[in-house]
């Protein structure tokens, strides 16, 4: 299966446990994004990645919430000390290419993260 | 600032007729693509139907079609001859020049059988 994975699926944690998500992009994609859904919401951009390198954050929480995606091995999207708030499902996409318009993100099946 | 509004919580449609689902935008940027996502029960994002700003034409695809009025900002998505299994969330998205795509509330469409 060379589309983009995402594990866990499901992913319960208590408050004040640290919550890691993980994203294999698709094959020969370099750019990986991370969305959030609440809900009956849409997405939330949090993180646009490179290899090595964070390019966008803006969405992203400035606490508790980091992401990264080394060169070697998936994306992760790590939250610290989760909240109830945190609860949500979690989006990994990815594209061959970025900066483009006509660029269409291939999404993962995302994690379901719920906080006791 | 860049927007997406998608002012139809939820739509009914019958099964085999078709239905339109609304989606204005705000961009400054002359440049810029339009897209609109499925997501059904199972949670995974289906891309559907891509709309480049420079386009001349409206975008289709099979039963699939974007209805394009660049001066109004609008960007429906018309779903011909619905079936049963389009019961889902449909999310109108937007990328311009930078490097996110942004997403409107969605709607969730029920065909009736």
């Known amino acids: 299966n060379a589309g983009v994975m995402q594990n866990p699926r499901h992913l319960v944690r208590r408050r004040g446990q640290e919550a890691r998500l993980r994203c294999s992009p698709m094959k020969g994609h370099s750019h990986v994004y991370w969305y959030r859904q609440l809900p009956e919401e849409g997405l939330k951009f949090m993180v646009y990645?490179?290899?090595?390198?964070?390019?966008?954050e803006s969405g992203m929480p400035k606490e508790r919430f980091s992401a990264e995606f080394p060169k070697e091995g998936p994306s992760i999207l790590r939250i610290q000390q989760v909240v109830r708030g945190d609860s949500a499902a979690y989006f990994c996409?990815?594209?061959?290419?970025?900066?483009?318009?006509?660029?269409?993100?291939?999404f993962g099946s995302g994690t379901q993260l719920s906080v006791l | 600032a860049q927007k997406i509004t998608q002012t139809q919580p939820g739509m009914f449609v019958q099964e085999k007729e078709a239905v339109t689902l609304d989606c204005t935008y705000d961009?400054?940027?002359?440049?810029?693509?339009l897209f609109w996502y499925k997501q059904p029960s199972s949670g995974e994002m289906i891309f559907l139907i891509y709309?480049?700003?420079?386009?001349?034409q409206n975008a289709t695809e099979g039963r699939y079609s974007l209805n394009f009025q660049k001066a109004r900002k609008s960007a429906n998505l018309v779903i011909s001859a619905s079936q049963l299994g389009d019961s889902a969330m449909y999310f109108c998205a937007m990328r311009t020049g930078g490097f996110k795509t942004i997403f409107g509330a969605g709607t969730r469409l029920f065909v009736k059988a």
């Open positions: 996409a990815s594209s061959p290419v970025s900066g483009a318009t006509n660029e269409k993100l291939f």
């Open positions: 990645l490179q290899k090595e390198n964070i390019i966008d």
């Open positions: 961009t400054s940027d002359p440049s810029y693509g």
């Open positions: 709309q480049g700003s420079y386009d001349q």
